[in-house]
C-alpha cells in the first residue's frame, strides 16, 4: 500500500518562504519520479514542478519557476518544494504525486497525497 504524507504547508504573507515534504512509504521510490501538484479554490489542479528518479531532471510550471526548487533524498524516500518569494496566487492545495515505471512520467502520476494547504496573504 502506497502513502504519500505531505507537510509543511500552513499561513504565509507574500514573500515569505515555505518548504513542504512529502515522506513516501509502501515501496522502495528509488526508480519512481515523484512531483507536485497544486488546486485552488475553483481552479483545476494543475502541475508545479517534478524531479525524475535520479534527481537528475527537474521540471517546473512557468509559473513558480525560478522560485520554487524540487529536491529529493532517495534514502528518505521524500521529496521536498522549497517555496520562496510566495504570492497569494500561490494559495492552493498542495499535493505529492509518485509515477512509477515503466513510463515514470512526473505528468502523469500513479499514486497521490492528501494534500497540504498552503496559504499565502497580502
Known amino acids: 500500500q502506497v502513502q504519500l504524507v505531505e507537510s509543511g504547508g500552513g499561513l504565509v504573507q507574500a514573500g515569505g518562504s515555505l518548504r513542504l515534504s512529502c515522506a513516501a512509504s509502501?515501496?522502495?521510490?528509488?526508480?519512481?519520479?515523484m512531483a507536485w501538484f497544486r488546486q485552488a479554490p475553483g481552479k483545476e489542479r494543475e502541475f508545479v514542478a517534478g524531479?525524475?528518479?535520479?534527481?537528475?531532471?527537474?521540471y517546473y510550471a512557468d509559473s513558480v519557476k525560478v522560485r520554487f526548487t524540487i529536491s529529493r533524498d532517495n534514502a528518505k524516500n521524500t521529496v521536498y518544494l522549497q517555496m520562496n518569494s510566495l504570492k497569494p496566487e500561490d494559495t492552493a492545495v498542495y499535493y505529492c504525486?509518485?509515477?512509477?515505471?515503466?513510463?515514470?512520467?512526473?505528468?502523469?502520476?500513479?499514486?497521490w497525497g492528501q494534500g497540504t494547504q498552503v496559504t499565502v496573504s497580502l
Open positions: 524531479i525524475s528518479w535520479s534527481g537528475g531532471s527537474k
Open positions: 504525486t509518485v509515477a512509477g515505471p515503466p513510463r515514470a512520467s512526473v505528468y502523469s502520476p500513479d499514486y
Open positions: 509502501g515501496r522502495t521510490f528509488s526508480s519512481y519520479a
